[in-house]
Nanobody, 124 residues
């Protein structure tokens, strides 16, 4: 049974930083591209970033490029999202996702497994 468990969400001031983590189990971690999505109330889910199987390729949404960094630790089966310079438009529930599909998976339908999400809140 595949499980993705996010952690690290919370309340932070605008301009601050948070680090989200996702622990994966029940899958061969190095065979999966790992991604982060987010969804704010009333909005469609938004792609944030992904890191491919080897970790050698990463890709970011324009809205977070230069501020967020995705990384993976294959020894620990974890993927992290370092979020810096947080803005008022960043609050959302952040979801970790996994896909065995190749290519550049940037839409929800590309992913096979999802975590339960972790809330990020920004105070002004």
């Amino acid at each position: 049974q595949v499980q993705l468990v996010e952690s690290g969400g919370g309340l932070v001031q605008a301009g601050g930083s948070l680090r989200l983590s996702c622990a994966a189990s029940g899958l061969t971690f190095t065979s999966y591209t790992m991604g982060w999505f987010r969804q704010a109330p009333g909005n469609e889910g938004e792609f944030v970033a992904f890191t491919v199987r080897s970790g050698g390729i990463t890709y970011y949404a324009d809205s977070v490029k230069g501020r967020f960094t995705i990384s993976r630790d294959s020894a620990k089966n974890t993927v992290s999202l370092q979020m810096n310079s947080l803005k008022p438009e960043d609050p959302a529930v952040y979801y970790c996702a996994a896909t065995w599909r190749g290519g550049l998976p940037t839409i929800r339908e590309d992913y096979n497994y999802w975590g339960q999400g972790t809330q990020v809140t920004i105070s002004s």
